[in-house]
């Protein structure tokens, strides 16, 4: 298994700025994930971060957006730009190790646009 | 594309019963990953219990269990003897064996569960 940390838990941020939030791995991981809930709903996938190359955005996501880094194979951060209130969501970092079917997730940020 | 759906928004159980919650899933690949994922308030996902779709046997984690029926495309989640810290979201999810590199979870909309004293 891995131990996800996660930062910030919670932010509260004027609509037009900028947050990034980072994701620490106990352990090497082969790959790390960005997801977004929504109040009230399921988790989607914003992108995939593989360490080295660029990370792969899903269907309705883009990097100017989201931009992510992974500069190593413990650690990752998700960028939230330009923030508006529709930006309000839970952010949720999640990786899988090479042995493991399953992923593990942080505990999420939860970001409030104002 | 894969879509998982859980068509009970909210569910609810009495303390020391048994509650089934329900997911179907749509897929034309023959091999994948089925997982039972819960969020308490805290908001950390943590695993309940996850299905190999090349295994026959329904997989079991103490007090919960699964009814894995490939044909049917269902995956419902068995909870016995309900404990008030089982209340949380529970969210089904799909990952493909098959596709090289596609590692992502496919998640259903969850059921809220509320444990009644």
């Known amino acids: 298994s891995a131990v996800i940390s996660q930062k910030p838990s919670r932010d509260i941020c004027q609509r037009g700025t900028s947050l990034t939030i980072q994701c620490q791995v106990d352990s090497q991981v082969t790959m790390m994930f960005w997801y977004r809930q929504q109040p009230g709903q399921s988790l989607t996938l914003i992108a995939t971060?593989?360490?080295?190359?660029?990370?792969?955005?899903e269907s309705g996501f883009v990097i100017d957006k989201f931009p992510i880094s992974r500069p190593n194979l413990t650690f990752s951060t998700l960028t939230v730009s330009n923030m508006s209130p529709e930006d309000s969501s839970i952010y949720l970092c999640s990786a899988r190790t090479g042995g493991n079917t399953e992923a593990f997730f942080g505990q999420g940020t939860r970001l409030t646009v104002v | 594309a894969q879509t998982v759906t859980q068509s009970q928004p909210e569910m609810s159980v009495q303390e020391a019963e048994t509650v089934t919650l329900s997911c179907t899933y749509d897929?034309?690949?023959?091999?994948?990953?089925l997982f039972w994922y819960k969020q308490p308030p805290s908001r950390q996902m943590i695993l309940v219990i996850r299905q190999e779709a090349y295994k026959q046997q329904n997989a079991t984690e103490n007090r919960f269990s699964v009814n894995f029926q490939k044909a049917a495309k269902s995956f419902s989640l068995k909870i016995s003897d309900s404990q008030l810290g089982d209340a949380a979201m529970y969210f089904c999810?799909?990952?493909?064996?098959?596709?090289?590199?596609?590692?992502?979870?496919?998640f259903g909309k969850g059921t809220k569960l509320s444990v009644i004293p």
């Open positions: 971060a593989n360490q080295g190359s660029e990370a792969t955005y």
């Open positions: 999810a799909y990952r493909s064996a098959i596709r090289a590199g596609s590692y992502q979870l496919t």
């Open positions: 897929t034309s690949e023959s091999d994948y990953y």
